[in-house]
């Protein structure tokens, strides 16, 4: 088989791999030359783990390709998968401007039977727009060649996005032809063959599959911040509260654990979305609302305890923050709860040392010189006034606490992915407060 995919982003790129690992040829398209021609040089547009070793291995095995001709790469192939952004509009709802220009370019191009697939994540009735343009621009050639279009949503996570793909938990597909059905079934085959079941269902219900997905999980996360916020008020600790109730399979372990907030380029956009697309057809998701809400919220939660233990005096303090990237084991600093905390502290007149093992050069693009980029983790707590936990990665959940407070002005610690045991700090003098537990607040000396 021969697919294309176009738009080599954090999708696209590691769609297109993982089928050339599986056998598959692929043409990775973008419109962006520099990542096209980095990518010809094996230097690849986002951190992903394992991804570089596997872009080189199928470069070199002539089963993975990378260019900005669409045109050219899309004659012959069974399957073309549009996997550009869908970045929020002014309004919240997904703009498909790019999605669209891509399906009016392949039918401009295309030279015999294939299925056009939306792989990026897009309201329902997206794929009879793709179909439209993808026929009108076939009237427009005087063409009449056959395609189908399909529905593939992506549900990989950044940071395990290979992992995510090459073992999913389920492989959805949305369909409206047998024929489309034949062509996917051999494209997923050896997925099938490793016991990753293909879910089949018509176009619409797999648009929505992909947002009730993203829209639960956030909601999960919600959820968990709003009882944290109130175990807090009670005494309760939410830590126990998560293991208590993680514990009903019916409720699970995963995606129950309080924070700062979700953020990243889809929670975020596809929530919006969704409510979105409710207003546009009469609907109030009451529940997403509210799930918009508390996140938003959340976010200035480490913020206002910051302030807090301060006396609401923070100008002039040197605080230090560990982790910039949305989660741990990326680089994506997009919707990144870092950027907003940081903002309200230098908005304050603190100064702000930041350490993150991956994301510093992508943080730079938000944050520019406003703040410090420490070469290490130790380097950022010198003459802290205290330290900020905002992205949870493994380098930052065992440090050396004892050589921590020599370099501290104070032994302050904010702890806003509770990765730490607060017993044990305090036994180490020092001031620990983390989301979800009624910590003292010292009044200042
Ligand atoms: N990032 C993630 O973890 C996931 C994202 N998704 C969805 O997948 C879609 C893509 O997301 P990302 O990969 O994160 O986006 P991205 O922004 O990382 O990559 C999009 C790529 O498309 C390229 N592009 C834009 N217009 C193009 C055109 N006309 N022709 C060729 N290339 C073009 C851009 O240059 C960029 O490289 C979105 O709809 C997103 O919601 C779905 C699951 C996971
Ligand atoms: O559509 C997408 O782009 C993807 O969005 C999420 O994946 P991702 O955003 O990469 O990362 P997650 O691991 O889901 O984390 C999202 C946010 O939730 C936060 N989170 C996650 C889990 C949790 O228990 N608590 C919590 O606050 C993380 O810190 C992060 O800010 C979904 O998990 C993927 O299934 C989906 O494909």
Redesign the pocket.
């Known amino acids: 088989m021969k697919i294309a995919v176009v738009g080599t982003g954090?999708?696209g790129l590691v769609t297109g791999t993982c089928f050339a690992e599986v056998g598959i040829d692929v043409t990775c398209i973008d419109i962006d030359q520099r990542k096209i021609d980095n990518l010809h040089k094996g230097i690849l547009p986002i951190y992903e783990p394992g991804l570089e070793e596997m872009v080189t291995r199928n470069v070199a095995a002539g089963r993975l390709h990378f260019s900005t001709k669409l045109a050219e790469a899309i004659k012959g192939c069974d399957v073309a998968f549009i996997a550009v952004g869908t970045p929020p509009g002014e309004d919240g709802s997904a703009d498909l401007k790019y999605v669209l220009g891509v399906a009016r370019e392949i039918g401009e191009n295309m030279t015999s039977y294939g299925v056009i697939v939306t792989k990026s994540?897009v309201p329902v009735g997206t794929a009879a727009k793709v179909r439209k343009e993808i026929a009108d621009a076939l009237a427009r050639r005087n063409e009449t060649i056959e395609f189908d279009v399909a529905s593939n949503?992506?549900?990989?996570?950044?940071?395990?996005?290979i992992d995510?793909f090459l073992k999913p938990d389920r492989i959805v597909v949305g369909v409206s032809s047998e024929r489309a059905e034949e062509v996917m079934s051999r494209l997923y085959k050896p997925f099938l063959l490793n016991g990753h079941p293909i879910i089949f269902m018509d176009i619409p219900s797999a648009e929505m599959t992909?947002y009730a997905?993203?829209s639960m999980?956030?909601t999960?996360?919600s959820f968990?911040?709003d009882i944290a916020n109130l175990c807090e008020i009670m005494g309760a600790d939410v830590n126990m509260v998560r293991k208590g109730i993680g514990s009903d399979a019916r409720i699970g372990t995963?995606?129950?654990?309080?924070?700062?907030?979700?953020?990243?380029?889809?929670?975020p956009k596809?929530v919006k979305a969704l409510i979105k697309t409710a207003e546009e057809n009469g609907y109030q998701m009451q529940v997403l609302q509210a799930v918009e809400s508390v996140n938003e919220a959340?976010k200035e939660v480490l913020y206002n305890k910051v302030r807090k233990h301060f006396g609401g005096e923070l100008s002039g303090k040197k605080i230090a923050v560990w982790g910039l990237s949305?989660?741990?084991k990326?680089d994506?600093m997009r919707?990144?709860?870092s950027l907003v905390i940081i903002e309200k502290l230098l908005a304050e007149g603190c100064t702000v040392s930041a350490y993150d093992p991956v994301a510093m050069e992508e943080a730079k693009h938000s944050l520019g010189d406003t703040i410090t980029y420490a070469k290490d983790q130790m380097e950022a707590l010198i003459d802290a006034d205290a330290l900020l936990i905002v992205?949870?990665w493994p380098e930052f959940r065992v440090p050396n606490f004892e050589v921590m407070s020599r370099l501290l002005k104070q032994k302050v610690i904010f702890d806003g992915?509770n990765i730490y045991d607060a017993a044990e700090l305090q036994a180490a003098g020092y001031a620990y407060h983390c989301i979800g537990v009624k910590t003292a607040h010292h009044e200042p000396a």
Do not use: H
């Not at 995963?254 to 979700?262: H, L, R, W």
């Open positions: 954090y999708v994540t949503p992506e549900f990989l996570k950044e940071g395990a996005a995510d992909k997905a993203n999980l956030a999960k996360i968990m911040n995963k995606f129950i654990y309080p924070g700062i907030g979700y953020g990243g380029s889809c929670f596809d959340q949305f989660k741990p990326t994506d919707e990144a709860p992205t949870e992915r």
